[in-house]
């Protein structure tokens, strides 16, 4: 049986085996963000949020996160910047790119800077979840 990844708490999972998922969350103060930050707390999670690129990046370092979304423009250090600095990092954790409109020219530069996926706001937090927890991950079943 493998353990779902998006709830740490999982029943058949062993107290030693339980791993605290750490997100941090650099997607400025919109009502996509707020909306993020909630779902995931209620997943179980250890949400941190960020004001801008650079912090997420140093906010991920000092508390190993397991996944930082990023948003495309976000203060000075743009969000595809900081994906390459964090994967060169932290290459083990999973960094996404948030933006407004996803294109396929758009998904090749996320993974071309390092990160997982390239997510669009309007595709909602279900998408969001999906790529930041994997795609072995059980995520939808809530």
């Known amino acids: ?12 999972a062993s107290p030693k085996a339980r791993k605290t998922l750490r997100l941090v ?31 997420a990046r140093k906010l991920a370092v000092k508390v190993k996160a ?6 495309v423009d976000l203060g000075p250090e743009s969000g595809w910047l900081s994906s390459v600095k964090l994967t060169r990092t932290l290459p083990n954790t999973r960094v996404v790119i948030v933006g407004k409109v996803r ?32 795609a072995d991950a059980m995520c939808c079943q809530n």
Not at 1 to 12: E, R, S, V
Not at 66 to 71: C, E, I, M, P
Not at 111 to 134: H, N
């Open 103 to 134: 294109t396929i020219e758009l998904e090749q530069f996320a993974r071309f800077a390092g990160a997982v996926g390239f997510v669009a706001e309007v595709e909602g937090i279900a998408r969001l979840v999906k790529t930041v927890a994997g």
């Open 66 to 71: 397991t996944a930082v979304a990023l948003a």
């Open 1 to 12: 049986m493998t353990q779902n990844l998006l709830q740490p708490n999982a029943i058949h």
């Open 25 to 55: 969350l650099g997607l400025g103060e919109t009502p996509y963000a707020k909306a993020a930050e909630a779902h995931f707390n209620t997943m179980g999670w250890d949400v941190q949020v960020a004001k801008s690129a650079k912090e």
